[in-house]
């Protein structure tokens, strides 16, 4: 299994990016998907999860303002990210499989600036 991550970039506060993330591989429809983001001189956090049949969740911070999606027909999961702020800049990497953390995808930049 391999994950692809792309759609990173430099947005200014309060614009809009979408995160994708491209999975190779069997099993995808089963698998349980997230994103997570780790940003300079901070551990990686969990982000967003979605699983297979499409529920969601997502750190506190970033409620109301990201939205977690999947298409199995695409074998694909997005992460639509709205009214970023300045604190959403990180490395944002993708994870999937039976439990997050099973496979990452390498990182893309985010990066909220003026």
């Known amino acids: 299994v391999q994950l692809q991550a792309s759609g990173g970039g430099l947005v200014q506060p309060g614009g809009s990016l979408r995160l994708s993330c491209a999975v190779s591989g069997s099993g995808f429809g089963t698998a349980v998907m997230g994103w997570y983001r780790q940003a300079p001189g901070k551990q990686r956090e969990w982000v967003a999860v979605?699983?297979?049949?499409?529920?969601?969740n997502y750190v506190d911070s970033v409620k109301g303002r990201f939205t977690i999606s999947r298409d199995n027909a695409k074998n694909t999961m997005y992460l639509q990210m709205n009214s970023l702020k300045p604190e959403d800049t990180a490395v944002y990497y993708c994870s999937a499989g039976r439990y997050l953390g099973d496979y990452w995808g390498q990182g893309t930049q985010v990066t909220v600036s003026s």
């Open positions: 979605i699983n297979s049949g499409g529920s969601t």
